[in-house]
Every structure is written in structure tokens, then in C-alpha cells.
């Protein structure tokens, strides 16, 4: 009779490099905690005020907004509020909000990008 013998298992030692999360693998700009640049919110301020493509309206206030990267969105101020803001948007100043999960992260008022201090 023979025998069979195995043979003898060496271990083996696979490097698999640290997964990276969605943040450090995102471009600047497309990270949840980013805020988007001013040239960007610029961009889409335009284009939310004069038509363009990519402007959508909510459905329950009518308002327009524009998507942005990193979730972010872009918010015309709603002129039937009692504010400041809503005062002059009554008035006829274009005035936006940008947005990510219900923090204000930058007001633009007639094309002037205010980045606000995040809380």
C-alpha cells in the first residue's frame, strides 16, 4: 500500500491594500464635506436664472433648484417667506442658496458667492 502524503501547505501572505472611502476617492468638489467651488455655484447660478438646462422645480413650492457634485444643491430664495432675503427677492435681486442635507453652505446674491461658515 501506498501512502499519499500532501504536501506540506506553506502559507501564503497576500497584501491587500486599505480600502479607500468614497471621500478620499472622490474628486475635490464631489466629497460630502466639500463645498462646491464659486465658479461652479456661479455657473449653475446662471443657468438657474435665465432657463437652462438641468434646472428642475420642487414639486410642493414650485421653486427651481440646480443639482451640484457632492450632493449639493442650489435653491432660489422663495419670495413668499417673511425675510430679509425673500424681501428682496420680491424686489427683483436674484438671490440662491447652496445646500447639502439642510445646511447652508453659500448664499449668491445677483451673481456674488458668499461662502457661509458651516456650524
Do not use: C
Not at 430679509?84 to 427677492?89: D, L, N, P, S
Not at 439642510?102 to 458668499?114: F, N, P, W
Request: no cysteine; aromatic share 6%.
Amino acid at each position: 500500500m501506498t501512502r499519499r502524503h500532501a504536501a506540506a501547505a506553506t502559507p501564503t501572505t497576500t497584501i491587500i491594500p486599505p480600502a479607500r472611502s468614497r471621500d478620499e476617492s472622490a474628486p475635490p468638489g464631489d466629497r460630502p464635506g466639500d463645498r462646491p467651488a464659486a465658479k461652479v455655484v456661479l455657473v449653475a447660478f446662471e443657468k438657474l436664472f435665465s432657463g437652462g438646462r438641468g434646472v428642475a422645480r420642487f414639486a410642493r413650492s414650485g421653486l427651481r433648484y440646480v443639482k451640484l457634485d457632492g450632493g449639493a444643491v442650489l435653491v432660489e430664495q422663495n419670495p413668499k417667506k417673511k425675510s430679509v432675503w425673500a424681501e428682496q427677492a420680491r424686489q427683483g435681486r436674484r438671490i440662491a442658496w447652496v445646500m447639502r442635507d439642510g445646511e447652508y453652505l453659500a448664499r449668491v446674491v445677483d451673481a456674488e458667492v458668499v461662502m457661509l461658515d458651516s456650524k
